[in-house]
């Protein structure tokens, strides 16, 4: 049974930067793609960001673009979302999840309802 629990959340000011991490058990990550979600308080669950498979594929969302990094680690069966340039918007729950087989990043990256195995997420909120 794979296990995916994630880490790195704080509080930073805007501007500022974090790297969160999720860090797989029980199984390896190396068959399936990762996606990224955040849950701000009050607001629905949205998708942030997508690694393929392999790495080679990204997808963020477009509020992200250009300040957000995922990156996908087989060998230490982690995935990282690197951000930078946070703003307060950008505060919330932060979730990882698998994309299940069959799926894709561009195709299906944020829907929730295509992920499994969800962790149990980490905090983030961007605050002066």
């Known amino acids: 049974q794979l296990r995916l629990v994630e880490s790195g959340g704080g509080l930073v000011q805007p501007g500022g930067s974090l790297r969160l991490s999720c860090a797989a058990s029980?199984?390896?990550?190396?068959?399936?793609?990762i996606g990224w979600f955040r849950q701000a308080p009050g607001k629905e669950r949205e998708g942030v960001s997508c690694?393929?498979?392999?790495?080679?594929?990204?997808k963020y969302a477009e509020s992200v673009k250009g300040r957000f990094t995922i990156s996908k680690d087989n060998a230490k069966n982690t995935v990282y979302l690197q951000m930078n340039s946070l703003k307060p918007e950008d505060t919330g729950v932060y979730y990882c999840?698998?994309?299940?087989?069959?799926?894709?990043?561009?195709?299906?990256?944020?829907?929730?309802?295509?992920?499994?195995?969800w962790g149990q997420g980490t905090q983030v909120t961007v605050s002066s």
């Open positions: 999840a698998q994309l299940r087989l069959g799926y894709t990043c561009s195709g299906n990256g944020f829907e929730s309802s295509k992920y499994d195995f």
């Open positions: 029980g199984r390896s990550l190396a068959n399936n793609a």
């Open positions: 690694v393929s498979i392999g790495g080679g594929r990204t």
